[in-house]
């Protein structure tokens, strides 16, 4: 899913892909980053996220859930170092703003998680309430600000268990939060469900297959039981508390989907090794036992998270 589940791209040996960065990025934010929308809600309800919570979002790619905290109250700053273009789409959506000051965040119609209608001028932040927020490009630690309170709550959603490895860059991106947050305050990670409780992970093991003989260490392999405990063990947090949300991956069609699933950066690798004809022509085939007589796409998911508080 970053991009989609984990935005990175997939290192290998051949030649890079050609790829359009812009378009990617709108296929990520109009198609692919919406699909976490449950997981977002489940964890903004179980923290009773809202005013007075100051959250961080690591690698907060176009910043849907940055909005959608921001909707409830929560001041809120999202930092990235990877994407130019999702940064510009997130800034978009939630520009750097004092409160009272006049402006209104772009807000895609339809947008989950977001209340429709109209917003009166001058009103703080997004949605009904209020948050005001902050998008930073760089590390962590450009996201600090010396006159502002500790975060009170960081999240990093772009969930692990999808590529191997991928929980390396996680670890020292929460190495780097800790010291702005609070004591005590919650860190949120999130990861992929088991295998069989995933209809998605059939389709991504196509991109592992085509990218043979290129596999890596980025490449595609199974969550495990226990993957997001042990980074936060590694990364001294306390665990207290965690749970398994539903998000299924919808689509109008199959062109959507494939749209969407290469949105993610997962296929890189399989379209260096194999064509993007290959490509597209073995992602619809994978697609298919998932269309449904009207010709939307629906794939079950489920989600993990693990709420660890900062020692």
Known sequence: MTPTLVR???????????VDLRARARDWSEIQERMLVPLYEAVY????????TRMLGLECGSGLALLMAAARGATVTGVDSRSPELLALARRRLPSRTP??????????GTPGIPEGPRPHGARGTGTRGGTARIVKGSP????????????????????????GDSDGLGALLDGAAPLAARGAAVVLAGWGPPERCATTSVLRVATRLADPLRSAGSWRPALRDDLEEVARRTRLRPDGSGRVACPFGYADARSAARGLLSTGLFDAAIAAAGQ??????LAEALHPYRRPDGTVWMPNVFRYLIARIP
């Open 8 to 18: 990175q791209h997939t290192p290998h040996a051949g030649a890079a892909p050609h």
């Open 45 to 52: 309800e179980r923290l009773d996220l809202g005013d007075g």
């Open 100 to 109: 009272g000051a006049p402006g209104t965040p772009e807000v895609p119609p």
């Open 141 to 164: 630690g450009d996201a600090m600000d010396p006159s502002a309170p500790a975060f009170t709550l960081v999240t990093a959603f772009e969930p692990i268990g999808c590529l191997a």
């Open 277 to 282: 004809e290959q490509v597209d022509k073995e």
